[in-house]
């Protein structure tokens, strides 16, 4: 039994984690029908900030704010001075940020090594939760939280204010959007950006459970792949449900049948390519 | 010159190359040739079919696995591994056809990318069977015939016959009928349906042909280097097969066969100096796409043309 309950809490903080990469990956998407393939390499770059911060700022919490400007700042540089230059080329621009990812993972080896570093959990979530007999990891229950409270600020951003309202207008029609006055050129900035930054932010939160390591980005970008996939191109509530049936795939996947977890990730996206191609909750299809 | 006179120049070129050049030489050409048929099949993808894959490699690594573990672990023979092993990988590439082919552009390039990072992650973890990070050795090469392929020269040609054969098989595919339709699927393809071809059928075919000279290409990677590695099925050799395409001009005959030239020559030189190939390989790609994105000889002739521009106007 507490197997299961343990499985289940891993599942859940790995799709909240899932959740804040693939947040800005689909909203990127969505809105500059791009996709940035940089977003895996942005979250291991995120992690690997985020080892550097904590030997002189030893606070987790405040390390993922700092990592996350610092990787949304990184971003905002790609897209001004890479993307933009490319224009309509969409295949240009996606081979860019493959080009980009790439520079990142080497230059990640290059100055942090190739050893996995485990970013230290917080003193005050070191000791587990007992709840009704069963043991929790505490940092996974707050990172669940994490999550949730992202998921709902971003909802908020999205359906209530004036900026959600005009990128809302950019994902169903761009050039109705263009043409009614919306700065769809500073749109795209800010949402790589906030994509970037949730990335980045997400490798810091992610460390003391993951940690940093090279390859960690070539894990992280199939999964959001995945769950954009299946939660649909653009929509906030596809990627939160995409990121969270994932998350409880691969886990489980891992823990029972560990030589084929990734074997097992197929089977939810053919599930909806075959019925659904533009995803759960897609309003076009990729 | 004629187009028949340089084929000539050529022909004689890579024939006699063996012996007037070290081994070295030897092997890097026979790399390229190998790279040569990986990039021909992506072009015929993304050249001819407008379909930017970015998981190729999966069929170059799972035909190589697929040979490697019938030959290790039921210890069947060279002819008998090398048909099931391409025959195999073509049926995956069915599935995978029918599955990356729900979409086209841009959702079409995360499928077949997420498709064959499940493939990579699988070659990690099934240690049972592809052991993993150590990847599996002990492989020999072939001796067809009775012809020993153990040398660097008796590989080399054995390689130049396949990559000749393959290369003129793709000319024949894209050359044809359905060639030329597939190309209207490209351009077209609302026009191509309304014209009563079957779009979804003609890129499906092209993609399971293409998957098959993926094959190919990898069954030669793994008698070359007698050891295969998952890092065979990872996103940066499908980049690279990409870029190959990209850099020598997609859509084009030669073009792959130059640019995976290119690419291999600079991945060998590069890695005989500093270890930084994935580093490199990212700069190049964001060069190339961003400065010659009609690739590498086009973008050559644009550049001279300017500056010859530059320099009649300053008289």
């Known amino acids: 039994m507490q197997f299961w309950v343990i499985q289940t809490l891993n599942s859940l903080a790995l799709g909240g984690l899932l959740f804040l990469l693939s947040a800005g990956f689909s909203l990127i998407f969505g809105l500059m029908r791009i996709a940035n393939l940089t977003h895996g390499a942005l979250f291991m770059l995120g992690a690997y900030i985020g080892v550097s911060i904590l030997k002189v700022v030893p606070n987790l919490w405040l390390a993922a704010l700092l990592g996350g400007l610092a990787v949304a700042a990184f971003g905002a540089v790609i897209e001004r001075l890479l993307l933009r230059k490319l224009g309509s080329n969409v295949l240009g621009q996606v081979l860019v940020t493959l080009g980009i990812a790439f520079i990142i993972a080497d230059a990640c080896l290059v100055i942090w090594g190739g050893d996995p570093i485990p970013l230290p959990t917080p003193q005050a979530l070191q000791r587990p939760l007992t709840l009704a007999g069963f043991t929790f990891p505490s940092y996974r229950l707050v990172v669940v939280v994490i999550a949730i409270v992202t998921a709902i600020g971003l909802y908020l951003l999205m359906e209530r204010t004036r900026i959600g309202a005009m990128i809302r207008a950019g994902v169903d029609d761009m050039d109705m959007a263009r043409a009614v006055g919306i700065p769809v050129s500073r749109l795209f900035t800010t949402v790589f950006c906030l994509g970037a930054a949730l990335a980045g932010a997400g490798g810091i939160i992610g460390g003391p459970m993951l940690s940093a390591y090279p390859g960690l980005d070539a894990d992280m970008l199939p999964l959001a792949l995945i769950i954009v996939m299946l939660g649909g191109v653009g929509s906030l509530v596809g990627a939160f449900v995409g990121s969270f049936i994932i998350g409880f795939i691969y886990t489980f996947g891992v823990a029972l049948l560990p030589d084929l977890a990734y074997v097992i990730l197929f089977l939810p996206m053919i599930l909806v390519l075959a019925f659904r191609p533009r995803g759960l909750f897609g309003k076009f299809a990729a | 010159m004629n187009r028949a006179v340089w084929l000539v120049i050529l022909a004689v070129l890579l024939v006699g190359m063996p012996w007037v050049a070290g081994e070295f030489y ?61 025959a195999g990988t073509t049926l995956i590439a069915c599935a995978f056809g029918l599955i990356a082919l729900r979409a086209t552009g841009l959702g079409f390039l995360m499928l077949t990318l997420a498709l064959s990072q499940v493939l990579w992650g699988t070659a990690y ?44 098989l793709m000319a024949k595919f894209v050359d044809s009928p359905f060639g030329a339709a597939l190309r209207g699927t490209r351009d077209q393809p609302r026009r191509m349906s309304a014209l009563g071809h079957n779009v979804g059928m ?18 030669l990677f793994v008698y070359y280097h007698k050891y295969i590695h998952p890092v065979s099925l990872s996103l940066n050799n499908s980049a690279e097969g990409l870029l190959a395409v990209i850099a020598g001009g997609s859509g084009t005959l030669g073009g792959p066969i130059v640019g995976a030239a290119i690419v291999m020559i600079l991945k060998n030189y590069v890695s005989t100096y500093i270890e930084r190939w994935n580093m490199l390989l990212g700069f190049v790609f964001v060069v190339i796409v961003v400065f010659m994105p009609d690739g590498v000889v086009p973008g050559f002739r644009r550049l001279l043309l300017r500056w010859k521009a530059a320099r009649w106007r300053k008289k």
């Open chain 2, 202 to 219: 003609i890129r499906w075919v092209t993609f399971v042909y293409a998957g098959f000279w993926g094959a190919v290409s990898g069954l």
């Open chain 2, 26 to 86: 030897v092997n890097l050409t026979t790399q390229i040739l190998i790279a040569a048929i990986f990039a021909a099949s992506v072009n015929l993808l993304l050249g001819y079919g407008g379909l930017p894959t970015l998981g190729h490699a999966a069929y170059v690594g799972l035909a190589a696995y697929l040979s490697a573990w019938l030959y290790l672990k039921l210890g069947l023979a060279h002819w008998i591994t090398a048909p099931i092993a391409l």
């Open chain 2, 125 to 168: 973890r099934w240690v049972s069977v592809t052991d993993g990070d150590n990847g599996l050795r002990g492989l020999t090469r072939p001796a067809p015939f009775g012809i020993n392929l153990d040398g660097a020269t008796a590989f080399y040609y054995f390689a130049l016959i396949v990559t000749v054969a393959s290369i003129w």
